[in-house]
């Protein structure tokens, strides 16, 4: 039998009551079911503050596995495209992972948590695949989104307050490091990833500690200007690093209706994920002809002319006809630039193409339509020492 | 007497389709009934006082938009609500429920299988790859592909080309999709079988075969082709009942001039010569017009209403050859208030969806051996449906109009003809189902109207009582229906058409097979086409 | 290559469709090796001595669509293959004694009425020019049907021209039935309950289908494609199908192939997706870069490959390939020749059908949907022995039927059920030839659990997979894998589970290494 209440529309995440406090403005958003905050008080002091002093996000909603099983380190690696042999105990590794046709499913993360447990973690959920992936394979997967509450804690001064949480060496866990420590009578699990390309950490627990831990970090980061920050903060920082998003960059390939809107890894500048030359791996041979015989589109990241940003708009080349289309734009504060992520028809987007946005904008009810000269990149804007550096800077 | 352009036989929603469109394009049309009311299976009736069921047809998605806007059937009445919800009971007591919100849904499904919750992604995605490969052919008239013809050779290269451009995988899932049986299919992306029942639910409706027999995918596709305002797959009330379709038409059609005469049953097609003349009432009346349109199915009207002598002797084979099974039955039931039911919580937003009782693939295919057998399903699948809840129309305020339709039931039981008492326990083991989940249900009943397979026949004039015209398995499907060399609305002889579901793309309250038998008819007058062209495919 | 250990080709598994891509490849001058589990070759061709004196062909115990190309090119004939009986006429068993022969076209029998004749004359004449149309692609690849090339295009104008050139109504009426259940057009066509049920019984065997089954008419035109390559009835091969089996290992091993039974192999060694040999259960290790799998696709990639090897989408469709089996086969050692009521002695040697009507045989059928095997069951019934003294004992005679439905997920287990599935056949037998049950030696029911665990197919499915219109042509064994290639470089497969399909045919044998060689040329 069933409870007879009808069940909620959206869940609240553990973290919830503390949420619910800080979201002053009451901007909320579905995120995967979930009662997420778009914003708490003001995306720009948000903004600021994940690339000045220190922000908390929370990422609970995102899909989590834990795959468990003498095949879990075999099994993983026939699922992506990178070489998953090379991740030891403790390391994490971002990936991609692709259908039989070379088409990215999903990006993300993977956590080698012991000999063998992983986990892995998603924007999308993929446990249809994963199962059928787990064919021959002595594997356990488990879906644990709800059993892990995290935190995407991100910023210059996030270390200094961990340190002051007492999460003693923490200072000396390098990029993609992942470790244990003890958090009042709980374990937290810490790794240094993240979704801003700089300085910050991941922080899992489990959900009955979820809302001390938030406490614990408030309150250890009240001296460093720590700010609960919601997603449309987050939405900026993203495009500032680079990264791209399911959903947003491309369509998840299992999900895919309409022929050629899926992306192989090299149409999504994720090439450098892709280890043809390890040993079988989902989408191998696909990719291995996409390598001989040319991609159809090229991710571009651009540098568009003016300020207003590029949302939704489409790509011109010289001749003034369309080669594709944006898929993410923002205006980014610390970069201080205009950048549009585009995926542009093969060949265009090369470095040195010219190629134009077509762009909308509304002043005053009414609108305006700009073209703007684009201009590809081919380095990072936003690369910062302290994202890198180990020890872990104070600011 | 009076000769008119055309005269349509049947005033089902495809005869009034058809001949709307041949109103619209100036000719002087007559449509004749036999029932005092119009509609056919189309129809709102109150049979019991103060409510009115939708007592064939219940439901609506499939209409085209493109004709419903064409012939502006909002201003004659026609309002089509979404329903959202649904619901399989099952027997330990809990239940599988589909939720409207993506991710409210995602949980529901979670509850019984996280696998199976995200595999329904996938499963979404494919089925609607299918769907958008067949719904650009609704309005398209099926090629001859024995033929020649540059315009048949066109159609099929159009054919050829939508194939080819699936891709080979794609291709083969296609050809896969309309070749297998939905048990089959849904066992490739699920392992809980209440999730699997609630699906296979529109691969078996109005068909008299089972969920693990081939071709049923493909009739979960004709139930998932259609659409409530864009959004395709979706289901509607029409507000006041089918019967409001039918009203619409209607008033199209006698806008444009067309002359609608009821309790006037065509006795026989007039042909002389290979060609028509119009048709004879069963009054002994004769009424003539050189194109004669038949809405009947194709038994009806080449068995029934035309004579042996007038057609030739291989069409009068492939009508007695016409697959056209009896094998759904219908309940009408007048309520008293709602009723709550074992498990769900009160007011829950399932409710307004459809409902069914029976939780696993074994009990749906054993449903269907009963078929076999000559008898009514013991345990049957029924699709039950309480648009009062949203329809304020059809029933007095607090009081319910429940549509519950049942499969399976036989056109003729192994005993015989279905007599009175047979008819009884029909509704008896369907009321029964409902009220083992419903403890309240049947002190609520006020009125049920229970309806056999021969019933619908004798009322409505469907062969069978074949909610579809006709099988809609592969054999009778594009230029295979109704059958082989006579798939594109011209019968016979000369001046006489077909525009039923029995014909190109069938059954389903789509008015498509009126649509383009109009267009067929108006080619064949050299008269511009006045039937508008799909939407162009997103 | 000088080297003689060196092998160009293993194949693994002696069915008759591995001894035939053997003998095509040895033929023309590769070094083949073939690895046969069991101790004798042939696969489910074999003839197996279930009982002291007694032999009997282990499964299919008639041969009716052998392809007369690959008897004249392998020279079969000169290797040993003759027949006891050929052209065998079929008796649609009665109850009441009063049966019906049917020889090719023509049917006789007490209740037969002249339009009985005349229909099933009309309705056999019109199965078997849709078999030809049917036939057209069977002795090639199946063609692809979007990334195609010219032979692919050759070979679809071929099928579409075959089926047009029948006529404008002849190819409209194939269009129809193609996809149509055998119950419907049987009833379109024909009048006699009995001739019905045997024809039924011809449409369904060897599959999880009733004649009621949309796709079963599929069944019967690939069942009278054997018409189609000069078989006009079936045949008995001398001393049983182990000899079709024997013939072309002897013309295999002739041309240079070696044959090792006895040699069961566990895996497929690959490296770098490429074959590299194969491993033994023993642990020898034969190296080699091209493998041809003769087993069903489901256990090629499940086990000897492993799925890990594969990429998932490949993997699933794989593991989805529809293969339920359902045929059981009863042995039966007779002390006599039995005597079935109504039924002139020297009809006895025909072939023997229980399936008094399309009703029964879809009765039948229900209860292997849940798992239980059928209470009324059909029966396809030979007693070689009227033809071949060497299958018994002087005087004596072995009984063989085709039975069905017996599914392989049969809820209480066949360990359970064997012996109770075979008392009921047995007592089925005996109510239409009284007093067999007396002359009954021994006996052996050999259940789908049987097959699988003797021939390796898997849920003992007789064809390696439906033969349905989703698993058919450019379909078989799935979409993306239809043409004996596999993403694995230097596999193939040969198996009944690739296209054209089951029977003993041996075209998937000849097309596999047809194929080889076109592929072989231009790879390493």
């Known amino acids: 039998?069933?409870?007879?209440?009808?069940?909620?529309?959206?869940?609240?995440?553990?973290?919830?009551?503390?949420?619910?406090?800080?979201?002053?403005?009451?901007?909320?958003?579905?995120?995967?079911?979930?009662?997420?905050?778009?914003?708490?008080?003001?995306?720009?002091?948000?903004?600021?503050?994940?690339?000045?002093?220190?922000?908390?996000?929370?990422?609970?909603?995102?899909?989590?596995?834990?795959?468990?099983?003498?095949?879990?380190?075999?099994?993983?690696?026939?699922?992506?495209?990178?070489?998953?042999?090379?991740?030891?105990?403790?390391?994490?590794?971002?990936?991609?992972?692709?259908?039989?046709?070379?088409?990215?499913?999903?990006?993300?993360?993977?956590?080698?948590?012991?000999?063998?447990?992983?986990?892995?973690?998603?924007?999308?959920?993929?446990?249809?695949?994963?199962?059928?992936?787990?064919?021959?394979?002595?594997?356990?997967?488990?879906?644990?989104?709800?059993?892990?509450?995290?935190?995407?804690?991100?910023?210059?001064?996030?270390?200094?307050?961990?340190?002051?949480?007492?999460?003693?060496?923490?200072?000396?866990?390098?990029?993609?490091?992942?470790?244990?420590?003890?958090?009042?009578?709980?374990?937290?699990?810490?790794?240094?990833?993240?979704?801003?390309?700089?300085?910050?950490?991941?922080?899992?627990?489990?959900?009955?500690?979820?809302e001390n831990l938030w406490d614990a970090l408030m309150k250890a980061g009240e001296d460093y200007n720590i700010k609960p920050v919601g997603s449309e903060a987050l939405q900026i920082a993203r495009v500032e690093a680079g990264f791209i998003q399911a959903g947003v960059e491309f369509v998840p390939a299992e999900q895919e209706v309409r022929v050629e809107r899926s992306r192989s890894p090299y149409e999504l500048g994720l090439g450098w994920l892709v280890h043809l030359k390890k040993s079988n791996f989902n989408g191998q041979q696909a990719l291995k002809e996409e390598k001989l015989n040319g991609s159809r589109f090229r991710f571009t990241r651009l540098d568009v002319q003016g300020n207003k940003p590029a949302e939704n708009s489409f790509i011109f080349n010289q001749q003034k006809k369309v080669v594709g289309m944006v898929t993410s734009a923002a205006w980014v504060p610390t970069a201080k630039r205009n950048i549009a992520f585009a995926s542009l028809e093969m060949p265009w987007g090369k470095p040195g193409d010219e190629l134009w946005a077509e762009i909308y904008y509304l002043r005053e009810l009414k609108w305006a339509r700009v073209l703007e000269k684009c201009t590809v990149l081919e380095e990072p804007i936003f690369d910062p020492e302290r994202r890198h550096a180990t020890p872990a800077l104070d600011y | 007497m009076k000769k008119y352009?055309?005269?349509?036989?049947?005033?089902?929603?495809?005869?009034?389709?058809?001949?709307?469109?041949?109103?619209?394009?100036?000719?002087?049309?007559?449509?004749?009934?036999?029932?005092?009311?119009?509609?056919?299976?189309?129809?709102?009736?109150?049979?019991?006082?103060?409510?009115?069921?939708?007592?064939?047809?219940?439901?609506?998605?499939?209409?085209?938009?493109?004709?419903?806007?064409?012939?502006?059937?909002?201003?004659?009445?026609?309002?089509?609500?979404?329903?959202?919800?649904?619901?399989?009971?099952?027997?330990?007591?809990?239940?599988?429920?589909?939720?409207?919100?993506?991710?409210?849904?995602?949980?529901?499904?979670?509850?019984?299988?996280?696998?199976?919750?995200?595999?329904?992604?996938?499963?979404?995605?494919?089925?609607?790859?299918?769907?958008?490969?067949?719904?650009?052919?609704?309005?398209?008239?099926?090629?001859?592909?024995?033929s020649f013809k540059p315009r048949d050779i066109q159609e099929l290269l159009y054919l050829a080309k939508s194939f080819y451009n699936l891709g080979e995988k794609v291709l083969g899932d296609t050809l896969r999709f309309w070749t297998m049986s939905i048990g089959d299919f849904l066992d490739e992306y699920f392992e809980t079988d209440v999730i699997k029942c609630h699906l296979a639910g529109s691969g078996i409706i109005g068909t008299a075969l089972g969920v693990y027999s081939p071709g049923t995918a493909y009739v979960l596709l004709h139930h998932y082709m259609g659409e409530v305002d864009g959004s395709v797959g979706a289901w509607g009330f029409a507000r006041g009942g089918m019967g409001s379709v039918a009203k619409a038409l209607a008033g199209a059609f006698q806008s444009f001039g067309g002359e609608i005469r009821a309790d006037a049953e065509v006795d026989r097609i007039l042909a002389t010569g290979g060609r028509t003349s119009g048709v004879v009432l069963a009054n002994g009346d004769e009424i003539y017009a050189d194109i004669v349109v038949s809405n009947l199915d194709p038994k009806r009207t080449f068995?029934?209403?035309?004579?042996?002598?007038?057609?030739?002797?291989?069409?009068?084979?492939?009508?007695?050859?016409?697959?056209?099974?009896?094998?759904s039955g219908k309940l009408n039931i007048a309520l008293d208030g709602l009723p709550t039911f074992h498990g769900l919580p009160a007011k829950s937003p399932l409710m307004t969806g459809d409902m069914h009782f029976i939780d696993s693939l074994e009990r749906m295919e054993r449903a269907y051996d009963d078929w076999k057998n000559g008898t009514w399903s013991q345990d049957p699948y029924v699709d039950m449906l309480i648009p009062t809840q949203v329809?304020?129309?059809?029933?007095?305020?607090?009081?319910?109009?429940?549509?519950?339709?049942?499969?399976?039931?036989?056109?003729?039981?192994?005993?015989?003809?279905?007599?009175?008492?047979?008819?009884?326990?029909?509704?008896?083991?369907?009321?029964?189902?409902?009220?083992?989940?419903?403890?309240?249900?049947?002190?609520?009943?006020?009125?049920?109207?229970?309806?056999?397979?021969?019933?619908?026949?004798?009322?409505?004039?469907?062969?069978?009582?074949?909610?579809?015209?006709?099988?809609?398995?592969?054999?009778?499907?594009?230029?295979?229906?109704?059958?082989?060399?006579?798939?594109?609305?011209?019968?016979?002889?000369?001046?006489?058409?077909?525009?039923?579901?029995?014909?190109?793309?069938?059954?389903?309250?789509?008015?498509?097979?009126?649509?383009?038998?109009?267009?067929?008819?108006?080619?064949?007058?050299?008269?511009?086409?006045?039937?508008?062209?799909?939407?162009?495919?997103? | 290559m000088t080297d003689s250990n060196h092998i160009d080709v293993v194949i693994v598994g002696a069915g008759h469709n591995g001894l035939v891509s053997a003998a095509y490849l040895s033929k023309s001058g590769l070094k083949v090796l073939l690895l046969e589990a069991s101790n004798k070759v042939g696969g489910a061709a074999t003839t197996s001595e279930f009982s002291e004196g007694f032999s009997v062909s282990e499964c299919a115990h008639f041969l009716y669509s052998l392809h007369p190309t690959i008897v004249k090119d392998l020279q079969l004939a000169d290797h040993g293959l003759s027949y006891a009986a050929t052209d065998l006429e079929t008796i649609a068993l009665s109850?009441?004694?009063?049966?019906?022969?049917?020889?090719?076209?023509?049917?006789?029998?007490?209740?037969?009425?002249?339009?009985?004749?005349?229909?099933?004359?009309?309705?056999?004449?019109?199965?078997?020019?849709?078999?030809?149309?049917?036939?057209?692609?069977f002795a090639d690849r199946p063609p692809r049907l979007v990334n195609n090339d010219m032979k692919d295009k050759m070979s679809l104008l071929k099928l579409g021209w075959n089926a047009r050139k029948m006529g404008k109504q002849e190819m409209q009426e194939l269009l129809r039935i193609g996809a149509i259940n055998i119950y419907d057009v049987l009833n379109e066509n024909l009048d006699n309950q009995l001739l019905k049920g045997a024809l039924s019984l011809e449409a369904v065997l060897g599959s999880h289908t009733g004649p009621r089954s949309p796709n079963t008419v599929l069944g019967l035109l690939y069942r009278r494609v054997g018409e189609t390559f000069g078989f006009n009835g079936p045949a008995i091969p001398t001393g049983g199908m182990g000899n079709v089996s024997n013939a072309i290992a002897s013309s295999a091993t002739s041309l240079g192939a070696t044959i090792r039974t006895g040699s069961r192999v566990e895996r497929i060694l690959i490296q770098e997706q490429k074959v590299a040999g194969v491993e033994l259960d023993n642990g020898e290790i034969i190296n080699c870069s091209r493998v041809i799998s003769n087993a069903d696709p489901k256990s090629t990639f499940s086990k000897l490959v492993g799925y890990p090897q594969l990429e998932t989408g490949f993997s699933r469709r794989a593991a989805n390939i529809r293969m339920k089996g359902n045929t059981a086969k009863l042995h039966l050692a007779l002390d006599a020749l039995p005597e079935f009521a109504g039924l002139n002695a020297n009809d006895i040697g025909s072939r023997l059908v229980i399936a008094p009507d399309p009703d029964y045989v879809e009765s039948a059928f229900n209860h292997a949907k849940y798992g239980e095997f059928s209470e009324h069951p059909i029966m396809e019934i030979s007693i070689p022995s009227v033809h071949d003294t060497s299958l018994a004992p002087a005087g004596k005679h072995v009984l063989s039927a085709v039975v069905q439905y017996a599914p392989h997920n049969l809820k209480q287990g066949w360990s359970e059920a064997n012996n109770e599935f075979k008392a009921l056949l047995i007592d089925l037998l005996e109510s239409y030839a009284p007093g067999l049950k007396k002359l009954i030696v021994d006996s052996e029911l050999l259940s789908p659990a049987d097959f699988e665990s003797r021939f390796g197919t898997t849920a003992g499915h007789w064809h390696h997979g439906e033969l349905a219109l989703d698993q058919f042509l450019m379909l078989r064994p799935f979409p993306g894998m239809s043409q004996y290639t596999t993403p694995i470089g230097g596999l193939f497969l040969c198996g009944a589970g690739c296209h054209p399909g089951g029977n003993v045919m041996g075209l998937v044998g000849r097309n596999c290494a047809n194929t080889l060689l076109e592929v072989g040329a231009t790879s390493d």
């Open chain 1, 1 to 210: 039998m069933t409870d007879s209440e009808i069940p909620p529309l959206l869940l609240q995440t553990p973290f919830h009551s503390r949420v619910a406090d800080a979201c002053e403005i009451n901007l909320w958003e579905d995120w995967k079911g979930y009662t997420t905050p778009a914003a708490y008080s003001n995306v720009e002091l948000e903004y600021f503050a994940m690339r000045n002093s220190a922000s908390i996000f929370d990422i609970t909603p995102m899909t989590k596995y834990r795959i468990t099983g003498t095949d879990g380190h075999a099994y993983l690696d026939r699922l992506v495209t990178r070489n998953l042999k090379k991740l030891d105990v403790g390391r994490v590794m971002y990936t991609a992972w692709c259908n039989d046709e070379g088409k990215v499913i999903d990006d993300g993360t993977i956590f080698h948590i012991n000999d063998d447990t992983f986990i892995l973690c998603s924007q999308e959920r993929h446990l249809d695949w994963l199962e059928w992936s787990a064919l021959g394979f002595d594997v356990k997967i488990e879906d644990v989104t709800e059993q892990i509450a995290a935190l995407s804690f991100q910023g210059p001064t996030s270390c200094a307050i961990l340190k002051k949480m007492d999460l003693e060496g923490v200072e000396n866990l390098k990029p993609f490091d992942l470790h244990h420590y003890p958090f009042q009578q709980t374990e937290l699990m810490v790794s240094r990833t993240g979704f801003t390309a700089d300085l910050g950490y991941e922080l899992w627990i489990s959900p009955e500690h979820a």
């Open chain 2, 5 to 146: 352009d055309a005269i349509v036989i049947g005033a089902g929603h495809n005869g009034l389709t058809n001949a709307a469109y041949l109103a619209k394009a100036g000719l002087d049309v007559l449509v004749l009934e036999k029932n005092p009311y119009i509609g056919g299976a189309t129809v709102s009736r109150e049979l019991h006082e103060g409510w009115m069921y939708s007592n064939c047809s219940y439901v609506c998605s499939l209409l085209r938009p493109e004709i419903s806007r064409d012939l502006n059937l909002p201003k004659f009445g026609l309002q089509v609500i979404p329903y959202v919800g649904g619901v399989t009971f099952k027997r330990d007591g809990d239940y599988f429920g589909n939720y409207d919100d993506h991710e409210r849904q995602y949980r529901e499904i979670a509850r019984h299988s996280k696998r199976d919750a995200n595999a329904y992604e996938r499963y979404t995605a494919d089925v609607t790859k299918q769907t958008r490969f067949i719904r650009p052919f609704l309005l398209r008239t099926p090629p001859d592909p024995t």
């Open chain 2, 303 to 327: 068995l029934d209403i035309m004579a042996e002598e007038d057609l030739p002797a291989s069409v009068v084979k492939q009508a007695r050859n016409f697959k056209i099974r009896g094998s």
């Open chain 2, 391 to 538: 329809d304020p129309t059809m029933a007095p305020t607090g009081k319910h109009m429940m549509s519950v339709f049942v499969q399976y039931a036989p056109p003729k039981l192994a005993t015989g003809e279905w007599t009175d008492k047979d008819r009884d326990a029909f509704g008896k083991t369907v009321i029964d189902q409902i009220g083992t989940y419903s403890p309240n249900f049947k002190d609520l009943i006020l009125h049920a109207e229970v309806r056999t397979p021969q019933d619908i026949e004798d009322e409505v004039g469907l062969t069978e009582g074949n909610i579809f015209q006709g099988e809609l398995t592969f054999d009778q499907l594009l230029f295979n229906r109704p059958f082989p060399g006579y798939a594109q609305y011209r019968g016979p002889i000369k001046g006489m058409y077909m525009c039923s579901s029995g014909t190109h793309p069938g059954g389903g309250v789509m008015s498509a097979p009126g649509a383009n038998a109009a267009r067929e008819i108006l080619m064949d007058l050299n008269h511009p086409s006045t039937v508008p062209e799909a939407y162009p495919d997103d």
């Open chain 3, 95 to 137: 109850s009441d004694g009063k049966h019906i022969r049917i020889a090719g076209s023509v049917i006789q029998g007490e209740d037969v009425t002249p339009s009985d004749i005349d229909n099933y004359r009309q309705f056999h004449a019109q199965m078997k020019r849709f078999a030809k149309v049917l036939a057209t692609t």
